[in-house]
Structures are given as structure tokens and as C-alpha cells.
């Protein structure tokens, strides 16, 4: 998120594009066929970029992952993040650049999301500033920013309902909060404290809070001190299935805004909904470097 809180840019890189129709159409047996890095900008002249491709848009190294015209790149010190992609309707352009992060500190531990870990969480570096370069009249700004991974090897509508996850900056580090409602019937309920050095633990948070729908009225709830309600104070994503937003909410006393979001996975597990995202996501088989 930029400083002045009007702008956000969140970068996905995909083996295995979990939200793309082609890849669960194709069985999802081989997700280095369909890769991706998903590029979507919020606030004025925002844009959304989602690519399939085939495994020959993919290249791997050490340090620098690159799908099509477009890569991430660890120098040691900062994740370098080159963009050049095409937005999906309706308004078609190209979204072209580069993205800095760099991490106050990394952490070196993980979550394990389900009990028997088929689907875990690594939060490389929680607290991190960022700097955007794109060519686009506005789109130049530092804020801050976040770096994580996850991992897994089921579907996540296989073993997940719901769930949510916000990052929240604190006057002493940062608080992301991982809540879910497993197919099992238990629960995932996870508030982790994070501080500038890479420390993380545990903490207590108040109880989820249920505050306004998305557009697509999609149930949207996170943590909130009682008597506080949280709300959305700038919009980001909002698909059927799925919502994005910065969200202003109370912990602990201290009022934050981080960027929140909410996965309706009964809903995208609904067949009809995959020829929507068709529209969004287009599949680009070959690639040549």
C-alpha cells in the first residue's frame, strides 16, 4: 500500500494458478503447465492482469522465477519484481514496470494450515517497504509492504469453506491474522505477531467481527476489539468468490488498516462460475523466449 493509503499493488506468482479455470479443467495433474504472475493495481487507473501459460513461458533458477514477459528476482537484499503484462477486459492495456521490496527482516518459521500439513503458509517478510515504477501517469510511489508464500497439494475448496486473512501494520511491527473453516468441521483460528527484527509468536486477538458484504456479497468478518466494527477504506478486488480491501479495525486498542481478504470457496467451487473467470483469465499455451 502506498503511504497516503489511495494506492495498493499485490503481485501473485502461481505454479499451478489455483484460480484459474484452465488448470482446474485440465484436471490440475501438471501446475507447471499452468503458471502465472498476477498483477493487479488499486486505485486511480487500477488494473488487473491474470495470464495462464504453459511450461514453456516458465524458467527457474536459485533466485529469479520468470513466467512469460514478466519475473521475480532475490538479490540477497530485495525481491525485484519486472512487469510486463495486459490487463484483462473490460479495459485492456498493458501494465508495465518495476517493483522493489525489501524486507525489514525475514522469518524462518511456517503455519501449517491443515493438521496433516497438505497446505502451509510461509510469511517470508511481513514488514517491508516497497517502491512502484510503473509506466502509468501516478503509478510511481513507496509505501509498505508484504512478502509471503503458499504451498499445498490438495485444492484448497477440497479441505477449506472459508476463510480470511489480513495484514495489519502495528505501532510495534505487524499482525496478520489467518482464520478458517475447514471441510472437517474445525476450525483455523491464527493471530501471529510480527516484529521488525523477524521475531514472530502467537498472540492474542480479539473475536472475528462480521462487518459489511462485498459487492458480490461476499461474508466478510476479521478481528475487532469488542464495540468496534471494522470497515473498508479503500476497494480492491471483488469477484464472486472473493474479496480484497484495505480494512480499518481496532486490536488491542490501536487502531490499524491493512490490506484484507475473504475466500468464499463453496461459491468457487460452483462449476458455473468457471466460464466467468474465463473472461478474466485467458489461457496463453506458448511462450518463446
Known amino acids: 500500500m502506498s503511504d497516503d493509503g489511495k494506492r495498493a499493488i499485490s503481485v501473485i506468482a502461481f505454479i499451478g494458478s489455483v484460480f484459474s479455470p484452465w488448470y482446474k479443467w485440465s484436471g490440475r495433474k501438471d501446475p507447471e503447465n499452468h503458471v502465472c504472475i498476477n498483477v493487479a493495481t ?3 487507473g487500477g488494473r488487473f492482469t491474470m495470464t495462464d501459460r504453459g511450461r514453456s513461458a516458465l524458467k527457474q533458477t536459485e533466485d529469479t522465477f520468470t513466467v512469460g514477459p514478466s519475473s521475480l528476482h532475490w538479490n540477497g537484499d530485495e525481491l525485484i519484481i519486472d512487469i510486463d503484462e495486459i490487463s484483462a477486459p473490460p479495459i485492456i492495456s498493458r501494465v508495465r514496470g518495476q517493483i522493489r521490496v525489501t524486507p525489514k527482516a525475514m522469518t ?17 517478510a511481513p514488514i517491508s517497504d516497497i517502491s512502484v515504477e510503473l509506466d502509468a501517469p501516478g503509478w510511481q510511489w513507496s509505501g509498505h509492504g508484504y512478502f509471503d508464500s503458499n504451498f499445498g497439494t490438495r485444492a484448497l475448496e477440497e479441505d477449506f469453506s472459508f476463510w480470511t486473512w489480513g495484514r495489519y501494520p502495528t505501532s510495534d511491527g505487524a499482525v496478520c491474522i489467518y482464520d478458517a473453516e475447514r471441510r472437517d468441521g474445525t476450525t483455523l483460528d491464527s493471530a501471529i505477531a510480527f516484529t521488525p527484527d523477524g521475531d514472530m509468536a502467537y498472540t ?33 478486488l471483488d469477484a464472486p468468490f472473493y474479496s480484497r480491501s484495505a480494512v480499518e479495525t481496532t486490536l488491542n486498542g490501536e487502531r490499524v488498516t491493512g490490506v484484507y481478504e475473504a475466500l ?4 468457487f467451487a460452483s462449476p458455473f462460475l468457471k466460464p466467468m473467470l474465463a473472461v478474466r483469465v485467458p489461457r496463453r499455451a506458448k511462450w518463446t523466449f
Open 42 to 44: 488499486y486505485g486511480p
Open 204 to 236: 492474542n486477538a480479539p473475536p472475528r467481527t462480521s462487518f459489511k458484504r462485498s459487492l458480490w456479497q461476499v461474508r466478510r468478518e476479521t478481528r475487532a476489539d469488542v464495540g468496534t466494527m471494522p470497515r473498508q477504506v479503500l476497494p480492491m
Open 264 to 267: 468464499d470457496l463453496n461459491r
Open 108 to 124: 524462518s518459521k511456517e503455519l501449517l494450515l491443515t493438521q496433516d500439513g497438505a497446505h502451509v503458509w510461509r510469511p517470508f
